[in-house]
């Protein structure tokens, strides 16, 4: 299964770019039904906070959980 690469890809192009109504459904639909994917969308949204931390605008408790 090739798909989690591409799901994994598409989850770090969202964040310097705008992802297409196609590719945020292919994320949709593929998230329920793989932990591992699930997981990696943990982390970089973690460092993306860790990032903001770093350059000065912290923002306390920003981590969220929408599942
Ligand atoms: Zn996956």
Redesign the pocket.
């Known amino acids: ?1 090739g ?2 690469k591409n ?2 890809r598409l989850l770090s192009d969202a964040l310097d770019r705008s992802l297409t109504t196609g590719e945020w459904v292919a994320i949709r639909l ?2 329920p ?2 932990s ?2 699930r997981n ?1 969308r943990k982390q970089i949204r973690l460092l993306r906070v860790a990032a903001h931390t770093a350059s000065g605008s912290a923002t306390p408790g920003a981590v969220q959980r929408d599942e």
């Open positions: 299964m798909k989690c799901i994994t593929h998230l039904t793989c591992g994917c990696y």
